[in-house]
């Protein structure tokens, strides 16, 4: 066998002998019969879980279960404390019965005044510490401390009683929720706890004001996922929603970042309304989202608002991170990145020579590649006459003697004839020279 399955066997001997190898403080000042059924009862607790039966099952006969619940008894009481959060980490439900099973019942038996009676005490107080317990408890009756309905608290802080289970799981608590007919109770001691820590939570009602939108806005922005809510349950009527004010104040200081405060907003920056009109964002949610993804921080704050109201962002930084996200441009900045016109752009999309999308706003943009592949494939008679150095009406006149047709020819309130670059002449520079030779001879 091995040295840890050993261990209660040893313990034993060295009790019997007053040779001792190994020993443990809380057990050498029992009994060794109380001792032996300490061991036994941590040991099936710590193996086989709170709900195994002692007799008849020869559990309490295997080494591996005594040697266990030695180690339990051996570092007293850390290693009992380890075993009673084990049991409650791994219980399916919420009560004194279902978390501790036979070890509970054992403990309740004890009588007061035993020499093992902190083994009772202790697991009462890990119980009100980590569960709920029904205003029939025994423990409630039988413990010191003073308890707190779950209900009466929710209606002192204004929240719902699952808001309150919520807090108490963050507490360590095991539970399925309060439910009708089940008047849980908490310690004074976990009701002071949560009393903070739902004064870090927020109602929705709170959370329109710390963002400074409308429930519409602010419904939006948790449909996004921008703002979480800490419960959510689905089997109630309505929504019970639950905010970490915390993570709010960090979501608005990360659109904020080091912005300086100003009186009134300039002319070269917007609110995040003026924005979302301006450059066919959608909503503020929409304009929040961008922002984030972006990494875009606001350029100013206003002193007299509060919340999203407050951030005022320059348009044109806006614009850039657009084109950087979307990998695409409107249509002013690829007119102005191909060099010509509105109206030209506009001829070139409606004949299908550029292809224009939609983005998730619903924003019709020109894609980056369009736009590198339009000069790769195109031209026009005033790019060709600037690289021949001639005219525009030379170049149409060279390119209809050689039969070749322009792809797009509109003179419809504004001229744009386009060429495809493959169509050009091998021979066209000649072609341009006796052309240019013709003219002058006719014009003298």
Known sequence: MTEDDAAADLYIVGRLTGARQIGSDFLDALPLDL????????????????YAKIRGSGLDRNLHVMSAGFRVASEWPTNYVGLLDALASSAPG??????????????????????IENIKSIL???????????????IRRSHSSKFVGIRSLAAQLDRHPKVIAKCLEELGAKSSGPGRGNPES?????????????????????LNVLLGTSSRNTQMLISK???????????????????????????????????????????????MADIAKRLRMGSIAEVCDFMVRADLTAS?????????????????????????????LNSRQ????????????SIAINNDVLTRTLNQYGESRIPLSEVVRFWQIYTTPS????????????????????????????????????????????????????????????AA
């Open 300 to 328: 100013a704050v206003l002193e007299n608002c509060k919340g999203i109201p407050s951030l005022l962002f320059d348009a044109r930084s806006v614009e850039e991170a657009k084109v950087r996200i979307f990998n695409s």
């Open 124 to 138: 009462f107080d890990h119980c009100a510490r980590r569960a709920y317990l029904h205003e029939s408890s025994y």
């Open 383 to 442: 790019i060709l006459a600037k690289e021949y150095g001639t005219s525009a009406r030379v170049v149409q006149r060279v390119m209809r003697k050689c039969d070749v047709a322009p792809i797009l020819s509109s003179t419809h309130n504004w001229v744009f004839i386009l060429y495809r670059l493959a169509d050009v002449p091998r021979d066209f520079a000649r072609e341009v020279a006796m052309t240019r030779a013709r003219v002058y001879r006719r």
């Open 225 to 271: 996922g921008l703002i979480t809510p800490g419960i959510v349950d689905p089997l109630l009527s309505r929504k019970i929603d639950d905010f970490d004010k915390l993570a709010v104040e960090q979501f608005l200081q990360k659109l904020r970042g080091s912005a300086p405060l100003v009186k009134e907003a300039g002319q070269d920056v917007f609110s």
């Open 94 to 115: 919420w009560g004194a019965k279902v978390v501790y099973g036979r070890l509970y019942r054992w403990a309740k038996s004890i009588p007061s005044g035993s020499r």
């Open 334 to 345: 690829a007119a102005r990145e191909l060099g010509i016109s509105l109206a030209s752009l």
């Open 35 to 50: 001792a032996l059924s300490v061991i036994k009862r941590f040991g099936i607790a710590a193996v086989h879980g709170p």
């Open 186 to 206: 908490i310690s004074a001691k976990n009701a002071k706890q949560v009393e903070i820590i739902v004064s870090r939570r927020l109602k929705r009602s709170d």
